[in-house]
C-alpha cells in the first residue's frame, strides 16, 4: 500500500534552515509528481511546492519562494524540501502527498516545524 513517512521537522529560530525527507514505497515513485503542504493552527492546508517525477519541474508557493527547494531522488524513492530563511511564519505541520489514479490523495503522518526565537 502506499506509504509517505516525512521526517526533519524541528525547533529552529527565525533565520535558520531545516531539511524535510519524504520516503515513499508503495507505488513506482519515479511516475509520480510529489507535493508539499503545510497546515497552521486554525488555518487551511496550503500547497508549499510541487515536482515533476523527472525532478525537472519544481513550483513554489509565493510566501516561500526564493527560500524553499524542493528536490527528489528516484533511486531513494525520497523527496525534500530544504527551507531557509525560516520565519515564524513557516510555523506549521508539513505533508507530503502523492495524487494517485489522478485524483486520489495520499498523505504522510506530517512532521512539525517550529520558528520561534
Known amino acids: 500500500q502506499v506509504q509517505l513517512v516525512e521526517s526533519g521537522g524541528g525547533l529552529v529560530q527565525p533565520g535558520g534552515s531545516l531539511r524535510l525527507s519524504c520516503a515513499a514505497s508503495?507505488?513506482?515513485?519515479?511516475?509520480?509528481?510529489m507535493r508539499w503542504y503545510r497546515q497552521a493552527p486554525g488555518k487551511e492546508r496550503e500547497l508549499v511546492a510541487s515536482i515533476s517525477n523527472s525532478g525537472g519541474i519544481m513550483n513554489y508557493a509565493e510566501p516561500v519562494k526564493g527560500r524553499f527547494t524542493i528536490a527528489r531522488d528516484n533511486a531513494k524513492n525520497t523527496v525534500y524540501l530544504q527551507m531557509n530563511s525560516l520565519k515564524p511564519e513557516d510555523t506549521a505541520v508539513y505533508y507530503c502527498n502523492v495524487l494517485m489514479y489522478g485524483s486520489i490523495p495520499y498523505w504522510g503522518q506530517g512532521t512539525q516545524v517550529t520558528v520561534s526565537s
Open positions: 508503495g507505488f513506482t515513485f519515479s511516475t509520480y509528481v
